[in-house]
Nanobody, 124 residues
């Protein structure tokens, strides 16, 4: 089973930017569709963006569309560029792997593997 490790979280002021990375443990990364989820304190985990394989088609949650950009390479890396950050973006961000058929729903019930998460905090 593929293992995922996120990095790049931190503290940033509103309007700032962060770039998250997710590294997979093995070359079978290309067997999976990938996604980012997040969970804010006291709230349920929510979908942020999904990115398919092999065509890297993306689907964004409305709350981040136009501000966040997801990408992946064909080895073992996925990225999330987050611009114009808002305090409501504060959450633990999780990288997730799922089946190639995962799109377009990206339901968290189909996740094959989760990363441990990276904290993003946006101050007002």
């Amino acid at each position: 089973q593929v293992q995922l490790v996120e990095s790049g979280g931190g503290l940033v002021q509103a309007g700032g930017s962060l770039r998250l990375s997710c590294v997979a443990s093995e070359h079978t990364f290309r067997d999976y569709a990938m996604a980012w989820f997040r969970q804010a304190p006291g709230k349920e985990r929510e979908f942020v963006v999904g990115i398919s394989w092999p065509f890297s088609r993306t689907r964004y949650a409305p709350s981040v569309m136009g501000r966040f950009t997801a990408s992946r390479d064909n080895t073992k890396n996925m990225y999330l560029q987050m611009n114009s950050l808002k305090p409501e973006d504060t959450a633990v961000y999780y990288c997730a792997a799922g089946p190639k058929t995962w799109a377009p729903t990206y339901s968290d019930s189909n996740v094959v593997s989760w990363g441990r998460g990276t904290q993003v905090t946006v101050s007002a």
